[in-house]
């Protein structure tokens, strides 16, 4: 599988990115061998993450993501986490 993510950094700001291990790149940004980006930022926090069975998919996904501004990345993690908390109580 392949994820599209988003980070939320120690300075309180979001980080969005893809991988095909996001056990392994999260690891790796917190242990400062990431992204440029979260190195100085760290510890950082998974908050939101998209499964795609293609590279190119889980790309194209990070690209619209980028493209929002921080109040709609934080409505999407918002949705998620909603959605996820229905399903648990089901």
Known sequence: MN?????????????????NDLEKRLKAHNDG?????TRPRRPVRLVYAEAFE???????????IKRLSRWEKLALIERKKQAESKTADT
Request: charged share 20%; proline share 0%.
């Open 54 to 64: 293609t590279k190119q998919e889980a790309q194209r996904r990070e690209v619209q």
């Open 33 to 37: 061998t990431g992204a440029k980006y």
């Open 3 to 19: 994820y599209t993510y988003l980070l939320l950094c120690a300075d309180n700001s979001l980080y969005c990115g893809w991988t």
